[in-house]
């Protein structure tokens, strides 16, 4: 599920007020990060290569590329780049939302997310909902840990999450 766009959510970016995703590579401290938006806002931070959309920049992705180079010069503890989510359920949407309020240099686990969401039963779904995250470190689910305080599960790969945690807390 966490792959590239299907014809249909490219078309329906194309549709309405939305343009055609334009994208770049942002060169982070602890690796690339692939960026892609639409006027509308930022759809996707990953950590892999986007495999749609076209080469280019638009003023959302010179927003997200300054709004970046604060994060990682320690100037900006928070995102204000419209966001914009072009896929996931209504379930991966809120947990999403949810996750934008673990405020900088603080973590919590998959079972205090699931709690937060109100269901300590579906942690599981929650943290699958943060395994899709199309918007890694602007929805910042490196910010949840293992009940134990491990560091699992990152789209990047756990060096990228302590990377980020330490240099938000320098605790981990």
Request: proline residues 2%; charged residues 25%.
């Amino acid at each position: 599920m966490d792959g590239g766009l299907t014809k249909q959510n490219i078309d329906m970016m194309k549709s309405g007020t939305a343009e055609y995703m334009v994208k770049t590579t942002y060169h982070s401290p602890c690796g690339n990060i692939y960026l892609g938006a639409v006027a509308e806002g930022l759809c996707f931070a990953k950590w892999s290569p986007l495999d749609f959309g076209e080469e280019g920049f638009n003023e959302v992705l010179a927003k997200a590329v300054c709004e970046l180079d604060e994060y990682f010069a320690g100037r900006r503890r928070e995102f204000d780049v419209t966001l914009c989510y072009v896929r996931g359920t209504d379930f991966q949407k809120r947990v999403w939302d949810l996750l934008k309020t673990i405020k900088y240099g603080k973590t919590i686990s998959y079972m205090e997310e699931a709690r937060k969401y109100g269901n300590v039963k579906a942690v599981r779904a929650v943290a699958n909902a943060n395994r899709c995250n199309p918007l890694s470190i602007f929805i910042p689910c490196h910010r949840v840990i293992g009940s134990d305080g491990s560091l699992t599960g990152y789209a990047g790969g756990i060096e990228k999450k302590r990377f980020l945690l330490n240099m938000e807390s320098n605790i981990i």
